[in-house]
């Protein structure tokens, strides 16, 4: 119940444990449905503000390298997302791949985040709706009154008030309450017309590309008037535009064929968001010069320079269309963590009971809905959309670290109930006299059992010395990959601390990069284990390139996170130290884990089989 408890790790399957009193999600999502849920969470407004801020700040006409960079960072993390989400298919995402891998503390960090993200995510899209709605009415102050942001004075300050935002993330939490299909379906709907608007974009920006000869390429600055770091700094930035494809894992429970659709659903879901990035951004930043763009509105003006005035209707019923589509997919995710939470004890069973009818936890849903209303009616969350990004880096992070716990040191033992003790105790004393005298759960090594030639004294030293070569396999794995962990931390912190004078900053750089290349150069040699190929469920996605695929992600979200900035950490930290709080007070002491017996593995069927635990 101590610090032990902060590393305590679930099954890669509960429905054993489920069973005795959740239901599980409704089975409803094809793989066009994730793809829709996933270009629908990641492809917000600010595609339609973020080509003209970039490219006019950092990338100039390099605008489209800097989204292909970003796109195959994001990749990495996709990669990560597929193979997890294939092989534990089950609600709560990076929440639920951390309880399986890494441990409880971690997986309630991850949760808690993921909490803040969603909620302040969703609010802070609502309250980008009713400007760009504004401009349909005449302008920004047109809006009928009742729609109207007002100023309110509250306790001596100054409110802006936004009821369109309220009343939008309530109408969207009431789709959600439907139904995961019904409301998949409207996504859908409104991720196609969003689409549309795009290659209306591309189509027509084209058209006029060739009639004026891509002005915008003949600048006399050159394709990298800032330089490759201009341009890579452009990509750091742009990379944010890609946040949102993982709303497709946290669906897991809800698809049909998991092991083969959630790899295809975000996979494709992150290349249609990276071409649909790249081809605006060719087109854009062809039709003006970067230094002409208007930083608020660079897609509507470039088409009014050229007199089209109005396709700025086309392109802001595109960008309401992406926060409606943006607000659902941000609203979605965050009932499911919940409710994942709730399943492990983590939270009140309050959030884990679903509707019979519509098979979706409306009770969360209701709940996310109001909170994400109440903050997007009082609050300007601007100032809070850096806490958005947190949630979403940790998340990264955390699954590439996992897979590397996947792929080099998976657990080796999982939690029963203790109900099952005497079955445990039964079946541990077979396996002993079976295994070598075996430690297991406490019990004193005893004799070998079996037949003379299985006791065969060099057969016997060639079984001890495989289970201590693997033993020490193992060891070193985990000591390498906290190797890298900590590398990364260092490097990336040592790198970013320009506060710092030369020799501090290079030192500390030497020190990470060679702690990061030793763990990696470690994992690169020695052996994954072999209970990957039989960890969760089998015949889904690989993720490729073991172990730098995983180790370049850690490193890229991690120097991220650092370079987020000390005012959102500061906000941050409050929300994580609640957290801590509540996880201290209530989910420690209510984990479902907390009076569990760990076995190994390949005892673990036997021992349902002979209590006749029913999953």
Sequence with gaps: MGVKGLFRRKQVDSDRLRAEGHHQLAKALSVS??????????IGA??????????????????????????????????????LASRCPSAGSAYHYSYICVGEGVAWLIGWALILEY?????????????????????????????????????????????????????VTGLLCFGIKESATVQATITVLNVCVMLFVIIVGSYIGFQTGWIGYSVSTGYFPFGVNGMLAGSAT??????????????AEEVKNPQRDLPWGIGLA?????????????????????FAMDPDTPISSAFARHGLHWAMYIVTSGAVLALCSTLMGSLLPQPRILMAMARDGLLPPFFSDLNKKTQVPVKSTVLTGICASVLAFFMEVSELAGMVSVGTLLAFTIVAVSILILRYVPPNKVPLPSSLRESIDSVSLRFSSQEDAEKFDGIKELPLGGTSEEKDPLLVKEIYGYKINEENRRKLAAMSIAFVVVGV?????????????????????VVGGLLLLTGLGVLSYIDQDDG??????????????????????????TYLLINLGGDTWGRVSVWLLIGAIVYIFYGRTNSSLRDVVYVPVAHADEIYKSSQYVA
């Design 119 to 171: 909620t302040i995510g969703g609010s802070a899209v609502a309250r980008g709706i009713s400007p760009n709605v504004a401009l349909f009415f005449g302008g920004p102050d047109s809006l009928p009154s009742f729609m109207a942001r007002h100023t309110i004075s509250c306790f001596g300050h100054d409110v802006v008030v936004d009821p369109c935002a309220a009343v939008l993330v309530m109408v």
């Design 46 to 83: 600010g595609v339609y503000v973020l080509v003209g801020t970039v490219a006019r700040e950092h990338a100039g006409p390099a605008l489209t390298i800097s989204f292909l960079i970003a796109g195959i960072a994001a990749a990495l993390s996709a990669f990560c997302y597929a193979e």
């Design 489 to 509: 931390l260092i490097l990336t912190a040592s790198a970013s601390a320009t506060f710092l004078s030369s020799f501090p900053r290079y030192f500390g750089c």
């Design 33 to 42: 449905q994730l793809i829709a849920i996933g270009v629908g969470s990641t």
């Design 532 to 557: 990957r190929h039989s960890f969760g469920h089998t015949g889904g996605f690989i993720c490729p390139f073991i172990p730098l695929l995983p180790i370049l992600c850690i490193l890229i979200n």
């Design 270 to 290: 992150l290349s249609t968001c990276c071409a649909l990035y790249m081809m605006v951004s060719v087109v854009i930043v062809g039709l003006v010069p970067y």
């Design 238 to 251: 742009v990379f944010f535009a890609y946040i949102g494809f993982d709303s497709v894992a946290s669906t």
